[in-house]
């Protein structure tokens, strides 16, 4: 049932109750809090009592069609049972934000989505008082229906839905939420509501979304970002079977030291036939002689080098800066000093991009797994020429996103081929094409320098980054905050920037940033306990005990991917928890020390939660590495929503960051030359290891666990490698420095 059907149902049976006119106050953030954000519908009661809750975000395999709907549940006060969730269109004047990203849902739907349960409720409460004629007062709720306590009356949510509709909806900020102590939803482990249609293979994700007359297209794309179509044999394609249209795209796109987060279409040559094998054997026939442009004169090689030079050089921008560095460290007792780099890769999601989409009568209908839906529809209205207000989105589970449904190169060649033939088409790209064109996320290589005193203390921290951009942005994904840790906690710090021109698609990795930022620096610091003689875990420990450096102190650069975020100010007492937690359950302080096997523990702030692990290895006479067991402790404030998909989201997390260890993704003459799983590996389920996820509760709000979970895999698995071999990993992918998976 789409949104249209849905709200004709609700008119037809004329009992339901719609909550309607809310404006939603962000929980996380004045500047959210202060967003035009309009009228909500979340909530159908229909006359049998059966309770439908809209989904507002989209769903990529992160529980977000339980987890909203949860929260209105428990404060409108119903069976979970009795609960039939429907994933909403695209509209935030009714729903307020529809980004699923960043971890941003939980944080931000908190407070918010238990307020429209809770006013819910309270329409309830007040039709059944008024039609009792009681006070509102001596009237409650169990689950489904509302009590009066006085004459033992009791009319179940469907007896009242109807009056409930016809009153005016109270204020969210004046009504009343209950005590956690009360929560019979919010905390219980519930299933996927999608899994049972998963587990049963029934069509669910934007690949499977059919239309009647619906066509297949293809599209054949230069192997360098950007390249444009100079001749091709497309008089040839255009008879083969089952062929109907055959469409260049010109794109507009031109190659730049930048390249801005949504950059538009690339050029290319569609092909749209009755079915995709049909598009793909077509397009498999193509013969097209490229203009490959300036990014063909790109290479890894030759970005290494240059990040060499860079490196040596004095940096482009100093983003943080407090304290005499130079001097410092010419006065420390011990210098340590070394160079992390790490490359590109990609995204990786097991459903590969693709949308549906269809142009009748001047306006646009379309079906996509977008995570940002709404910056799809800008783009597509932008670059079709059309009104926003033409275009009606459906969003559709997506088989992952990992942050690359994020952009929507793949929707806006949907809905320009769709224009073009007027018919409704289904866009799917082949893994090929999916690594091929990803927005890969950006390499980067970490100069480092810290300083020692005689009794083993840090005393001064210098980071230089070497990244890619131009003078004035940094390629997306690619940015760093002045308050990364571990800003803040040694006495004396600087964090530099230089760039280098990129011609490439970049864009935001699951953790992004912190994937990469979390393994230089918690491998770094690792090394510099261990030139100290003293035990990482303490050493940590001991540096978040320092007095803390306040942020407006020292030298900032102005460019905004730089700024602090205000929201994500680390607590050092949070991170100590988590570290101390990990390490009990771990046995850390107990750890046996044999050749070949080892331990390593590292922690991460980000997306305001906190993560700390504990990673134990082997490594074979081979260099193979085997990681045998993982202890994490997580700190995502006072509630667990869902423990299930908690934990679950956890464990995905780990995995997929011990996945980008052995990951890579190089060029050569511009062209990327890796095409599929074989050589860029996820891990394998002979891989996995026994994982154990712990909570540390605090009174802090909750939030997300999509982000925090996955950066410190990677440098506990690494310092593992260490502590096991006595090699320090400080290039990434493993295999260069001679390590594999077992």
């Keep these: 049932m789409n949104r249209r059907s849905f709200l004709q149902l609700t008119a037809l049976t004329g009992g339901g109750l719609a909550l309607n006119f809310y404006r939603l106050p962000f929980a996380a953030g004045e500047e959210a809090a202060k967003s035009d954000l309009t009228p909500q519908a979340f909530i159908h009661i229909a006359p049998d009592g059966v309770t439908t809750i809209m989904a507002r975000a989209s769903e990529s395999g992160q529980g977000m069609r339980n987890m909203l709907p949860m929260l209105i549940a428990e404060e409108l006060d119903v069976d979970w049972k009795d609960v039939r969730v429907k994933q909403a269109d695209l509209n935030e004047k009714i729903y307020g934000t529809q980004f699923s990203g960043g971890s941003a849902n939980t944080p931000e739907g908190w407070e918010p989505m238990r307020r429209v349960g809770a006013a819910g409720r309270q329409l309830l409460i007040t039709a059944a008082a008024q039609t009792w004629g009681v006070p509102e007062a001596e ?32 204020a969210l900020s004046s009504v009343k939420l209950k005590d956690p102590k009360d929560y019979h939803i919010i905390g219980t482990s519930l299933p996927g509501i999608d899994t049972p249609a998963i587990v049963t293979g029934k069509p669910l994700y934007g690949i ?38 055959v469409l260049v795209i010109a794109g507009g796109i031109t190659p730049a030291a930048y390249t801005p987060w949504e950059p538009g279409m690339e050029p290319g040559i569609a092909i749209v036939a009755d079915t995709w094998w049909q598009a793909q054997t077509a397009r498999a026939a193509l013969k097209v002689d490229w203009d490959l442009g300036p990014a063909a004169t790109q290479s890894s090689e030759g970005f290494r080098k240059r990040a060499k030079e860079l490196l040596e050089a004095p940096p482009a921008k100093t983003v943080h800066k407090y304290g005499d560095v130079d001097a410092t460290l010419k006065s420390s007792a011990k210098v340590v000093e070394a160079t992390y780099e790490y490359p590109f890769i990609a995204h990786m999601t097991l459903e590969p991009q693709g949308s549906t989409a269809h142009w009748k009568d001047g306006k646009l209908e379309m079906w996509s797994t977008s995570t940002l839906p709404a910056n799809g529809v800008e783009l597509v209205a932008k670059t079709l020429g059309i009104q926003q207000s033409d275009i009606t989105t459906h ?53 480092f320098k810290a300083g020692l005193d005689a009794k083993g203390k840090l005393t001064v921290w210098r980071q230089h980054l070497v990244t890619f ?26 964090l530099y920037t230089s760039a280098q021109p990129l011609m490439l698609r970049t864009g935001a990795l699951r953790a992004p ?25 303490e050493f940590q420990l001991d540096l978040l005990s320092n007095k803390k450096v306040p942020w407006t102190s020292g030298e900032h650069d102005a460019v905004g991917d730089h700024e602090p975020t205000g929201q994500s100010v680390l ?38 939660g906190y993560f700390a692990e504990v990673a134990e290895v082997s490594v074979d006479k081979d260099n193979k590495v085997r990681v045998t067991r993982v202890w994490a402790a997580g700190d995502v404030g006072s509630q667990i929503i869902n423990p299930r998909a908690a934990e679950s989201m956890a464990q995905g997390g780990i995995m997929e960051g011990m996945g980008h260890l052995a990951q890579e993704i190089t060029l050569v003459d511009g062209k990327i030359q890796q095409s599929n799983f074989d050589d860029h590996p996820l891990m394998r389920m002979r891989q996995v290891p026994k994982i154990e996820v712990y909570w540390r509760k605090t009174d802090y709000a909750p939030t997300g666990l999509g982000e925090p979970t996955l950066p410190p895999i990677l ?13 320090r990993i400080r290039t990434l992918p493993l295999s260069k420095s001679g390590f594999s998976w077992a």
């Excluded at 489904?144 to 109270?170: D, M, N, Q, T």
């Excluded at 230089?520 to 875990?537: I, K, M, N, T």
């Design 571 to 608: 607590i050092p007492e949070r991170f100590k928890g988590v570290l101390e937690l990990v390490a009990e359950k771990s046995g850390w302080a107990k750890r046996t020390k044999e050749a070949g096997c080892g331990m390593g523990i590292a922690a991460w702030f980000c997306h305001l």
């Design 395 to 447: 969003m559709v589970r997506s088989g992952g996103s990992f942050g690359r449904r994020l952009q929507n190169d793949y929707l806006v060649e949907t809905a320009w081929i769709a224009k073009q033939i007027d018919a409704p088409v289904k866009l799917l790209w082949s893994r090929e094409d999916d690594i091929g064109h990803d927005g890969l996320r950006p390499g980067g290589t970490h100069g």
């Design 513 to 537: 940033g912190d994937n990469a930022y979390c393994w230089v620096s918690q491998s770094f610091l690792d090394e510099v306990a261990c030139a100290a003689g003293r035990d990482p875990l």
């Design 208 to 245: 499977d979304v059919k239309l009647p007359g619906m066509l297949y297209a293809s599209i054949e794309k230069a192997p360098v970002f950007a390249g444009k179509v100079k001749s091709a044999n497309i008089d040839q394609i255009k008879v083969l079977p089952g062929v109907r249209h």
């Design 139 to 170: 009237c409650t709720t169990q689950p489904g229906k509302v009590l009066h306590s006085g004459s033992k009356r009791c009319a179940g949510y469907g007896e009242l839905a109807a009056k409930a509709a016809s009153l005016p909806a109270p």
């Design 715 to 727: 440098p506990a698995v690494t310092n593992a490698i260490f502590a096991a071999t006595g090699k």
């Design 469 to 494: 951009g131009d003078d004035k942005h940094l390629a997306s994904g690619g940015g760093i905050g002045g308050d990364s840790y571990p800003a803040s906690f040694p006495p004396v710090y600087a």
